[in-house]
C-alpha cells in the first residue's frame, strides 16, 4: 500500500508491459510474399486469429496512414511475429506512460496496476508509488508497431505506402481485459489533485464492465471535491462499450480526451485536420455525442478543447502540447530543459489556422502544435504523453485560480460600500 499524500496525481487504471518492434519494411514485405497477402485483402477490422491476418492488419492501417488497437486471439501471436524485429521491451499503457513523462520533468504519481512483473519491477520509475489488484506474475505483451511516413512494404501483387506516420497496438491482455480495481484505490484518492481514468477499452466482457464501473464509482467517492478527473479514450475492442463507460462515468469526467483517430471512429469518416470547416463540424458533431464539460481532441497540428468549462484548461493544452512534441523528438530521454527548447520552437501554421478560425467560429480554447524537425520521431506514446503534460499543471492550475479567485474577492470588498 502506498502512502497518501496531498495533491498526488493518481494515474490508472491498467499498465503493459511492451513489445516496441524496429521498423523494417524489408521483413514485413518478406512476411507478405510469404503468406500470400493481396491488396484486395487489405482491411482493419478482420479477427486477428494468426500471423497472417496481423499482417493483413497491418498493412491496412499503414495504406491509410491511421492508427489503432487490436485484439489479437493470443499472445503467441505477438511472440511469433515480434521475433521477425529486433524489439525494444518497454511499459506501456497511458497511465504508465503518461507517469513516466512526468517523473523526466519532476512529478512524482501514484499508478494503478492490474498486472506485474520483472519487467514491470526494472522499468517503473522510482518516483512511481503503486496501488495493484495484481496477485501474481503475469505477462502479456502488447505488439507496438510505429511505422515511418513514405515506408513502403511490397505484397503478391502490389506495393503500398504509408502517407503518414503513425503506431498500432496489438494484444491478448488477461489482467487488462478484466481491469479488477485494487481495494485500496479509495484511500489513494482521497489525497489526490487528479485522477486518470483510462484502459477500459480491452474489457469486452459487459457485465464485467459494469461491475469493474461500480468498483470505480465507489473509490472515486474518496476523491476530494475540487480534484480533477480526467478521461481519455481509446479504440475499444468492443465498440459498444465505449457507451457503457460514458453513461456511468460523463458526470464525474472533467476533461474527456482523445486523438484523431478516435474523433474520426465515433464520427465514422475522415475528418481534414487542417481545414476549418471539416473540424468545426467534426467537433460539433463528436461534442452532442459525448457532452462532456470539456472535451480534448489532440492531433498532431492542434489540440482544441470545447465545452463549456473548456476556458479553465488553457494551461494544461499548452503543457500537453510541448511535453508531447518534446517527446516526439527526443523520446523517453526529454527533461525539464527539454521541453523548455521545444518551446521556442515555431508553430505549425496549418494547426494556428484552424486554432485560430474555431476560436473565432465556436469559442474553443485550442493550442498549435509545434514543428519538429527530427530524423527520427517517438510516435509511440503521443497520446499518452500529452495526457501527462496536461496533468503536470494540473496543480499549479489549480493554485493560480485560487489565486485569481482571491484577488477578485479582495477587489470586490475594497470596493463595496
Not at 525539464?336 to 515555431?346: F, G
Request: include cysteine.
Amino acid at each position: 500500500m502506498t502512502d497518501v499524500m496531498a495533491e498526488d496525481l493518481v494515474l490508472g487504471l491498467g499498465g503493459t508491459v511492451d513489445y516496441e518492434i524496429r521498423w523494417d519494411a524489408a521483413v514485413l514485405s518478406a512476411l507478405a510474399q510469404k503468406h500470400g497477402i493481396r491488396r484486395d485483402e487489405l482491411t482493419t477490422t478482420t479477427p486477428i486469429i494468426d500471423e497472417r491476418s496481423l499482417v493483413i492488419t497491418v498493412l491496412a492501417f499503414l495504406a491509410t496512414g491511421g492508427g489503432g488497437e487490436r485484439f489479437v486471439l493470443s499472445s503467441r501471436i505477438v511472440e511469433q511475429f515480434a521475433a521477425h524485429f529486433d524489439k525494444e521491451i518497454t511499459l506501456g499503457g497511458t497511465g504508465v506512460r503518461a507517469g513516466i513523462a512526468l517523473d523526466r520533468i519532476g512529478v512524482p504519481t501514484v499508478q494503478h496496476l492490474v498486472s506485474i512483473d520483472d519487467n514491470v519491477r526494472r522499468l517503473l520509475p522510482a518516483s512511481m508509488r503503486v496501488v495493484s489488484s495484481a496477485t501474481r506474475d503475469t505477462l502479456d505483451p502488447h505488439l507496438i508497431v510505429q511505422y515511418p511516413e513514405g515506408t513502403t512494404v511490397h505484397l503478391a501483387d502490389a506495393a503500398v505506402t504509408a502517407p503518414a506516420s503513425n503506431r498500432l497496438i496489438f494484444a491478448n491482455d488477461a489482467p487488462n481485459r478484466e481491469m479488477a480495481i485494487a481495494e485500496g484505490l479509495g484511500e489513494v484518492l482521497e489525497g489526490a489533485a487528479a485522477f486518470l481514468i483510462s484502459g477500459f477499452n480491452t474489457m469486452q466482457d459487459a457485465d464485467l464492465l459494469a461491475r469493474r464501473l461500480d468498483d470505480l464509482d465507489a473509490a472515486m467517492g474518496h476523491l476530494p471535491a475540487d480534484a480533477l478527473v480526467y478521461y481519455e479514450d481509446a479504440g475499444f475492442y468492443q465498440r459498444e462499450l465505449s457507451a457503457l463507460v460514458r453513461a456511468r462515468l460523463l458526470e464525474r469526467i472533467d476533461v474527456y480526451g482523445m486523438n484523431e483517430d478516435e474523433l474520426q471512429e465515433y464520427l465514422g469518416r475522415p475528418v481534414d485536420l487542417l481545414s476549418p470547416d471539416d473540424v468545426a463540424a467534426a467537433l460539433a458533431e463528436v461534442h452532442v455525442l459525448i457532452p462532456a464539460r470539456t472535451l480534448v481532441v489532440h492531433t498532431k497540428y492542434w489540440a482544441i478543447a470545447v465545452g463549456p468549462a473548456a476556458a479553465a484548461h488553457r494551461a494544461g493544452l499548452d503543457s500537453a502540447v510541448r511535453t508531447a512534441a518534446t517527446r516526439y523528438r527526443l523520446g523517453d530521454a526529454c527533461t525539464a530543459a527539454d521541453l523548455d527548447e521545444t518551446a521556442r520552437l515555431p508553430r505549425h501554421a496549418g494547426g494556428a489556422a484552424v486554432v485560430a478560425a474555431l476560436r473565432e467560429r465556436l469559442g474553443t480554447i485550442g493550442v498549435p502544435a509545434f514543428v519538429v524537425d527530427t530524423a527520427h520521431p517517438t510516435t509511440i506514446g503521443l497520446g499518452d504523453t500529452f495526457v501527462g503534460g496536461f496533468l503536470a499543471a494540473v496543480p499549479a492550475a489549480a493554485r493560480t485560480a485560487t489565486g485569481v479567485a482571491l484577488e477578485r474577492a479582495l477587489d470586490a470588498a475594497a470596493t463595496a460600500p
